[in-house]
């Protein structure tokens, strides 16, 4: 009986050259699993229910955030919300790969796969169980989404704004994220309008489990599963594991643009001093009321007018441990 089964997203950064492909997969997992690729949404659900059907122990996802989070959702749909779920494995398939720089996984997919094998093999020669670290999800709703989803990381305002630049890059690249960043900080400092206009605050009622923050605009909301996200971004104050809890990591920011820049360093670590605009505490609920529209796990939504979204704790998924 298959132990691991692969699915490939063939439009993802580093699988479109067909390196990965099903072919190349398959013959790297050998007897120990099968490689399915897919080119289009509608083609991850059947794989996701052949996967359970023959009762695949791990699934590893080839792809960038935003397969990870198509996939993540379709297997809890087919498996239900309380599992028990497959382990799963984030290759590194796309550009920023939050979810593999998390959960340890290294190097190109076909590498990490070898990885996984040995491991399968030597937990199956032991007898011991798959090691796995247990990962929350974020439950996002919104009126700007034709349904809620599960998801990892959740951001509104400069973020959102950021992401469209990047995006707009065309074929964006790690090197286009890091520009993208870099310039809007150097715009700013250079009075450049379009800069400022990214920094710019936005009106917002923010609250966490039923108690309002106190500030009135905001300039970034993140809440989060896991701690490390883009470039060097790790802005959470350290709270233990957020995996091992059933809550999230939780960024609301609303302090002066210029204390931004001038302590950039300290707060995308995540050990700027408490500060009155400042809410960085893990949560277990949160509601955003904005103009802003605002990503989940790399894809954007837009919105109209004053738009509310609420966030909460999802089902936690396993995450085989490299």
């Known amino acids: ?24 997969m398959s013959a790297i997992v050998g007897p120990q699993g099968f490689s399915r690729d897919t080119k289009t949404l509608n083609e991850i659900p059947p794989i996701i229910r052949e996967f359970r059907d023959k009762e695949v122990e791990i699934i590893c996802i080839n792809g960038g955030d935003g397969t990870q989070h198509y996939v993540a959702n379709e297997i809890v749909k087919e ?77 509104t305002g400069i973020g959102y704004k950021l992401l469209l630049k990047y995006y707009g890059k065309g074929v964006p690249t790690f090197r286009d994220a890091f520009n993208v960043v870099a310039s809007t900080v150097c715009g700013f400092l250079l009075g450049s309008s379009t ?88 949560a277990s609920s949160a509601k955003i009321e904005s103009d802003c529209g605002f990503t989940l796990d790399g894809e954007l939504f837009h919105v109209t007018g004053n738009t509310e979204v609420t966030i909460a704790t999802g089902p936690s998924l396993n995450f085989l441990a490299l």
Request: charged share 25%; hydrophobic share 40%.
């Open 195 to 282: 800069a400022r206009s990214d920094f710019e605050h936005t009106e917002a009622r923010i609250t966490v489990e039923s108690r309002q923050l106190p500030f009135p605009t905001m300039l970034i909301v993140v809440a989060a599963v896991i701690p490390k996200l883009v470039l060097w971004f790790k802005p959470f104050r350290e709270k233990g594991e957020t995996i091992e809890k059933s809550w999230f990591y939780l960024l609301a920011m609303d302090i002066d643009n210029w204390d931004v820049i001038k302590n950039l360093r300290t707060l995308s670590r995540g050990t700027f001093p408490p500060h009155e605009k400042i809410f960085n505490d893990p």
């Open 1 to 24: 009986m298959p132990g691991i089964g692969i699915i490939t997203n063939l439009n993802s950064r580093k699988n479109k050259t067909g390196a990965y492909s099903q072919e190349k």
């Open 79 to 155: 498996y239900g919300e309380k599992g028990p779920f497959p382990a799963i494995v984030p290759l590194r398939g796309g550009v920023m790969n939050m979810l593999a720089k998390n959960f340890n996984v290294k190097g190109n997919p076909a590498k990490a796969l070898i990885a996984v094998k040995n491991l399968y093999l030597s937990s199956k020669g032991s007898g011991r169980p798959f090691p796995v670290k247990k990962c929350w999800t974020l439950h996002v709703s919104s009126p700007a989404m034709e349904k809620s989803r599960l998801g990892f990381v959740y951001g």
